[in-house]
């Protein structure tokens, strides 16, 4: 993998966490007790893409970074994927799922907050843009994935086995 600095660094986890979540939303979707969830999952699901989408644009403008970059991405995709088939074994239900989209849309903001802050020493226009855009949609996506968690945990019998 070419050096990449860490703004691109973490520009390359936003992109790879994005291209996960898409992969997370398709499995908690096909859980047990996802279906009343599935307008939320399928917007979720569309704006991922477009997060992955408009972050690859991004880092194909820097100049001898964009392999690099997409590496990482990969890498990250992998790590996160790995991790959600871990999380989410063969018994799983569509509660297990969304706090596993809970802890995930939380990494998101928290790495997209954290792109925003290096880029304010970097200053650069297209990533503060992308920050910009990425951002409250993220934040917006824990809260929702928070709610609908909240919602089917409301939905369990507390003492069933």
Request: hydrophobic share 45%; net charge negative.
């Given at each position: 993998?070419?050096?990449?600095?860490?703004?691109?660094?973490?520009?390359?986890?936003?992109?790879?966490?994005?291209?996960?979540?898409?992969?997370?939303?398709?499995?908690?979707?096909s859980l047990p007790e996802s279906d009343s969830q599935s307008d939320l999952l399928d917007r979720l699901k569309q704006e991922s893409e477009e997060t992955a989408k408009r972050g690859r644009e991004?880092?194909?403008?820097?100049?001898?970074?964009?392999?690099g970059i997409h590496a990482k991405a990969r890498e990250t995709k992998n790590e996160a994927v790995e991790m959600m088939e871990s999380y989410l074994g063969g018994d799983s239900d569509g509660l297990d799922g969304f706090e596993f989209l809970t802890?995930?849309?939380a990494?998101?903001?928290?790495?997209?907050?954290?792109?925003?802050?290096?880029?304010?020493?970097a200053g650069e226009m297209e990533i503060g843009e992308l920050v910009d855009w990425a951002l409250p949609l993220q934040e917006a996506h824990l809260d929702d994935v928070r709610e609908a968690s909240l919602r089917l945990a409301a939905e369990e019998d507390p003492y069933s086995e």
């Open positions: 993998m070419s050096e990449i600095t860490p703004l691109e660094e973490k520009l390359a986890e936003v992109i790879g966490l994005a291209e996960a979540a898409q992969a997370a939303i398709d499995k908690v979707a991004v880092a194909e403008q820097r100049d001898g970074a964009a392999d802890m995930t849309e990494g998101e903001a928290g790495h997209w907050a954290i792109l925003g802050k290096l880029n304010e020493k």
